[in-house]
């Protein structure tokens, strides 16, 4: 019924830059808080970066200064531009939203398929 879709993840070189791209879809009508969470192979998932419907941000220590979340309400779309990659950020990338499908139903938590996401040289 709801679906997030995931692009943008792939190879790239340490230093180089990457833009990931996650759209809803289906029976959606508002959107609350929008987030990106990252898995490496044999650790834990972690939260790097959350933004409100109104536009403020979060991030994990390890990120910030380098990637830069966003949002298109109109496209209940959501981005995270990655800069300045370091091996250490090699991990599935999963989008993350708060969804209501009624205007008087709950939020619940939706997630996209995941993308992989590698710096490597």
């Known amino acids: 019924q709801v679906q997030l879709v995931e692009s943008g993840g792939g190879l790239v070189q340490p230093g180089g830059s990457l833009r990931l791209s996650c759209a809803a879809s289906?029976?959606?009508?508002?959107?609350?808080?929008m987030a990106w969470y990252r898995q490496a192979p044999g650790k834990q998932r972690e939260l790097v970066a959350s933004i409100t419907k109104s536009g403020s941000t979060n991030y994990t220590d390890p990120v910030k200064g380098r990637f830069t979340i966003t949002r298109d309400n109109a496209k209940n779309t959501v981005y995270l531009q990655m800069n300045s990659l370091k091996p250490e950020d090699t991990a599935v990338y999963y989008c993350n939203a708060r969804i209501a499908t009624r205007s008087w139903g709950t939020f619940y938590n939706y997630w996209g398929q995941g993308t992989q996401v590698t710096v490597s040289s």
């Open positions: 289906g029976s959606i009508f508002s959107i609350n808080a």
